[in-house]
């Protein structure tokens, strides 16, 4: 089946450092991958996404490229702010399967001034 | 444009009673998504509609039900409530069932007492 791993946090970074998340994906077809982010209080926002091998998604200074061969969608930023910080979703969905958007569970980020 | 909404905001249950949540799902979108986010869990999946159909099902028991109406909106009912269903209910619509580009409402807050 289907499925999402994500690092585990919480991920404690100072302003303008780098930032990895690390994610890796299971799925038996060619899903779409994404990030999504929750800022605190709030609903989930779509951040990037990439639909097919080799694409790289990027967003506000945010960056993932979809690897096929490592099964990996990594997200990176080069100059984190205190306004990043939040919780980051990677996500994989496979309409052709049938299969609705899966979620990793999520790391959370804080980002100290 | 509205994005996605949902309601109520915060619902009290006591356990074993039934609870109903409702979705608007933004202009032109025919797929609603489901999710559970209980403390430490992340997101679970629950259920997909597209089109007034149930497309998909996450790994959940069958008091969780819910049904789509011929305007795309959504209920999501949870009979026999137990103290382990207290979590966001978050939903999300998109575009149709091969766009899975999801946009989030801001979720309903289910507590069972």
């Known amino acids: 089946g289907n499925s999402v791993t994500q690092m585990e946090g919480p991920v404690t970074l100072s302003e303008e450092a780098f930032l990895t998340i690390n994610c890796t994906y299971t799925a038996t077809g060619y899903p779409s991958l994404f990030w999504y982010v929750q800022y605190p209080g709030e609903g989930l926002q779509l951040l990037l996404k990439?639909?097919?091998?080799?694409d790289k998604g990027s967003n506000k200074g945010f960056e993932a490229t979809y690897r096929k061969e490592t099964t990996s969608f990594h997200l990176e930023k080069g100059s984190v702010q205190v306004s990043d910080s939040a919780v980051y979703f990677c996500?994989?969905?496979?309409?052709?399967?049938?299969?609705?958007?899966?979620f990793g569970k999520g790391t959370t980020l804080s980002v100290s001034s | 444009e509205a994005g996605v909404t949902q309601s109520p905001t915060h619902l009290i249950k006591t356990r074993g009673q039934q609870a109903t949540l409702r979705c608007s799902p933004i202009s032109g979108h025919t797929s609603v998504y489901w999710y559970q986010q209980a403390l430490g869990l992340g997101l679970q999946f629950l259920l997909w509609y597209d089109e007034g159909e149930e497309r998909n099902r996450g790994n959940f028991p069958p008091r969780f039900s819910g049904r789509q109406f011929p305007n795309y909106s959504s209920e999501l009912n949870v009979n026999a409530l137990e103290l382990e269903d207290s979590a966001l209910y978050l939903c999300?619509?998109?575009?149709?069932?091969?766009?899975?580009?999801?946009?989030f409402g801001q979720g309903t807050r289910l507590t069972v007492v």
């Open positions: 990439a639909t097919k091998a080799d």
């Open positions: 996500a994989l969905s496979d309409p052709q399967a049938g299969t609705a958007l899966i």
């Open positions: 999300a619509s998109s575009p149709g069932r091969q766009n899975t580009e999801a946009f």
